[in-house]
Structure formats: structure tokens, C-alpha cells
């Protein structure tokens, strides 16, 4: 073992568990490669004002958990915590938003930091599959992006999951709302932070994860019930359209995002099997983004899954995915001689693109066939300089163990339709 060690909050993805990470994020994206969505990859960092204003100044996010750094030439930059601000930027800076057709409908992969108090399911590096819609306003949309994020875990195999469902208003009808729920909150006996939090963001105090809080909340103004015509017919339709596919989902009235950018439709899916770090993914509506970090009014969507509680959520449904063997024939060279001849049919079976290994390090019998194995081959090629000179190989089906010769020029076709 060396001196380091991966840094608090942080661990590797490392074989064979690595495998079933990379499959979770190409199930998450698999449904929105076929729904017009375009892979789109911003850099990790970012001027540090995009996540203030672009996540917002009051969230736990930009005044707890960021990380912020000085570069030697004095810029202000900070690890990206989020996807959506930088996924909006790059597409204003790339004026994605003129050159076709709204909306603009881009999906990303990678890793994001945030300085969190580490446990299970919580980590400071982690990493998320994210959709963002930019710029149309369309209940089809919010629904299409529920529904491909269920479809996501549903082709995981998960079961287990919830559709939490709120709409959060517009600006017409949030401010009257906000200033009801101010008033009921103002009357209740809260710490000295959760009286500011009802100066600056009130609707956070609704997503209050405490008990005594909690309680004290029992007939708080809700906003479904504030809800302007526009935005309840707009629900209205959301909810229409994921339920005529058959998904359903739960009314939470104290789902929050708790940002005046943040419009309409908000969602959350939560995994049952996962103790207080339930949340799988979320996402909604932020109308009022673009304009934050200065673009022009884009009403947009998206969500966020994150790939490390899904693969907590599998494990805590025992679902084990169905995941081909990295390598399919390992090839066994007898001898110096044998070794350079193996080495050149590897090749041509890898440019065939049978997934192939080979015994390396002059390893004698009994170790490269414990190698070949490890590897979960499902055909081992031996061969020694005996069978060159008769112009075979021995194919070992490591199944069965049977052991049949196979011609030098048949052993890409022979293993091509084994195989198939
Ligand atoms: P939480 O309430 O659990 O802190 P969040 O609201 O901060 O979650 P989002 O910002 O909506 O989470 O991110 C979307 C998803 O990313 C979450 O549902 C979760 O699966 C994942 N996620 C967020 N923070 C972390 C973290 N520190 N470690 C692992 N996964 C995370
Ligand atoms: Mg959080």
C-alpha cells in the first residue's frame, strides 16, 4: 500500500465494480441519445460567480459546500458542484439558443465536488448523468424528461423508486405565496438561521429535514393551493401526460428548489431503499436562469440523476446488472516461439473485435490458464510450437473444458460464430 490514500469524501471506481458505474451512466443517457438530446462537456471549473448567481447566493451549495480557488493569475474559480448553470452558459456562449430550433436539448456526464459532511451515499466527489432542455415553455417537455429519467431506472431494473411531484409557480403568483408563507413562518418559535433563511429563501424552511421543524409546519400555507390559472393549468397538463403513460407519481406540496429562477414544475425521485440519503435524482423548471447569469429569457428544464446513489439503489434492491464479460477469448502461448505467433492472432481477433486478452509475462501453463480464468473468457486459445508446425490452434472451451484444434485461418471465423 502506498502513503496516500483517496481524500476524505472520496473514493475509486476500481474492477469489477467499475464496470457497473459505467453502465449506470450509459443506461441513464441510452434514453436521451434516442430523444433528440446532444452530449455536451463543459470544463470542471468554472468563474466562481457563474454558481453564485447561477445556483444562487442563499443555497447551501455556494455558501457551504463549494470549493473555491485562487489561481496564480488571480481569477476567482470554483470546482463545478452542479451541471445545469455551466451546461446554460456554454450553450449562451456557443448561441446554441439562435442557431436552430428550440428548444436546445443537450445532456452531460462527469464529476462534481461539494464540500459535504461524508457519508453513505454523500461523498465530496460524485458523479451525475444531467438533460437540460433550453428554451421552450411546454408541459410536453417537463413530462418527456420525467419520463425518459423513470424509463433510466426502470431499465436498470429499479423498482423501489418514488416520483415526487410539485409546481413551484411563476412570477406572478411565487411573490404572493412567498410573502403568506413568510408571515406563517414568522409566527413560529425557529433558531436564529432558520429566521434569516425565512428573510432570504422562506420556501427552504419547507424542505426542513427536522423533526421540531416539521411539526411546526402543520397547516403552512402551501403553494399548490396559490397557484396563479396559468401554472395550474400548466401542472395540470404535466401531470396529464406522465400519468397517461402509465407513471406514477406522488403530490409532495413542500417540494422545493427554493430560487426565484426556479419555476412551475419541480421534481424529485427518491429510492426507499437508501436511509436518509434517499434522493436519486431531481430536477424542474428554471425559467429565470438565463437571465440570472445574463442571457436573454430562456425557459428551460432538466434534471440531474446522480450515478453513485443509483448504484447504492441497485445494490439495495440486489439487482446485479447483466454485464458482458470484459473479455471473451484469452490466448495461452506455449513457448518463445509459440508466444510472437499468439501475439499476431490476438491482434487480428482484436481487429475482428473479439474482445481478446493474453497471457503476458512468460507465465507457465497452470498460471496463464488461471489467468485466462480470472479473465471470464469464454474461449482460451493454446497453442505451442507442435501445433504451428500442424498449422492449428487449440481452442479450449473453458465452459465444458473440451479442447478442440482449430486451422490458423479459421480461428477468426470459428470464434466469430462461437461467439455469436
Ligand atoms: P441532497 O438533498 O441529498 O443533498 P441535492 O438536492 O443536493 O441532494 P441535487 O443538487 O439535486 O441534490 O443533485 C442531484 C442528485 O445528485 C441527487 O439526487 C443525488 O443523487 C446526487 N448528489 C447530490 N449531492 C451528492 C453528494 N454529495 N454525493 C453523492 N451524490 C450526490
Ligand atoms: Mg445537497
Not at 440531474?304 to 447483466?322: F, H, P
Request: charged share 25%; net charge negative.
Amino acid at each position: 500500500m502506498s502513503t496516500f490514500k483517496a481524500p476524505r469524501g472520496t473514493y475509486d471506481l476500481i474492477p469489477p465494480v467499475s464496470a457497473t458505474y459505467l453502465a449506470v451512466r450509459e443506461a441513464i443517457a441510452a434514453p436521451l441519445r434516442r430523444s433528440g438530446y446532444g452530449y455536451v462537456e463543459t470544463p470542471g471549473f468554472e468563474n466562481v460567480e457563474l454558481f453564485a448567481r447561477g445556483v444562487g447566493e442563499s443555497t447551501d451549495i455556494v455558501t457551504k459546500e463549494m470549493y473555491t480557488l485562487t489561481t496564480k493569475g488571480g481569477d476567482q474559480l470554483a470546482l463545478r458542484p452542479e451541471g445545469t448553470a455551466s451546461v446554460l452558459r456554454a450553450a449562451l456562449e456557443a448561441n446554441l439558443h439562435k442557431a436552430g430550433s428550440l428548444p436546445v436539448k443537450l445532456w452531460y456526464s462527469g464529476s462534481y465536488y461539494r464540500y459535504e459532511r461524508p457519508q453513505k451515499g454523500r461523498y465530496r466527489h460524485f458523479s451525475q448523468v444531467g438533460a437540460e432542455a433550453i428554451g421552450a415553455e411546454d408541459p410536453a417537455l417537463d413530462a418527456e424528461l420525467i419520463l425518459l429519467a423513470h424509463d433510466a431506472y426502470r431499465s436498470l431494473g429499479l423498482r423501489n423508486f418514488r416520483i415526487l411531484l410539485n409546481s413551484l409557480g411563476d412570477s406572478e403568483c411565487r411573490p404572493v405565496y412567498r410573502a403568506a408563507l413568510q408571515e406563517f413562518l414568522r409566527g413560529l418559535d425557529l433558531d436564529e438561521d432558520t429566521r434569516s433563511r425565512i428573510e432570504i429563501n422562506p420556501l427552504r424552511v419547507l424542505d426542513d429535514k427536522r423533526d421540531a421543524v416539521q411539526k411546526q409546519l402543520t397547516g403552512v400555507p402551501l403553494l399548490r393551493d396559490h397557484l396563479c390559472d396559468a401554472c395550474r393549468a400548466y401542472h395540470a397538463e404535466v401531470r396529464e401526460l406522465i400519468s397517461a403513460q402509465g407513471v406514477t407519481f406522488e403530490d409532495d406540496p413542500k417540494l422545493v428548489r427554493g430560487l426565484d429562477y426556479y419555476t412551475r414544475t419541480t421534481f424529485e425521485f427518491v429510492h426507499d431503499g437508501l436511509g436518509s440519503q434517499s434522493a436519486v435524482g431531481g430536477g424542474g423548471r428554471y425559467d429565470g436562469l438565463s437571465e440570472m447569469i445574463g442571457g436573454p429569457a430562456l425557459p428551460s428544464v432538466g434534471w440531474a440523476l446522480g450515478v453513485d446513489r443509483t448504484v447504492l439503489a441497485l445494490e439495495a434492491e440486489g439487482i446485479a446488472l447483466d454485464l458482458p464479460e470484459a473479455t471473451s477469448v484469452f490466448a495461452v502461448p506455449l513457448g518463445e516461439e509459440a508466444r510472437k505467433i499468439l501475439f499476431g492472432v490476438v491482434a487480428e481477433l482484436r481487429a475482428a473485435g473479439i474482445a481478446t486478452d493474453f497471457a503476458y509475462g512468460g507465465k507457465g501453463l497452470k498460471a496463464a490458464m488461471k489467468a485466462a480464468n480470472r479473465s471470464g473468457a469464454r474461449y482460451a486459445i493454446v497453442a505451442g510450437e507442435r501445433d504451428f508446425a500442424e498449422g492449428v490452434v487449440q481452442l479450449k472451451d473453458m465452459e465444458s473444458g473440451e479442447q478442440t484444434p482449430v486451422p490458423l485461418d479459421k480461428v477468426v471465423p470459428t470464434l466469430r460464430t462461437k461467439l455469436a
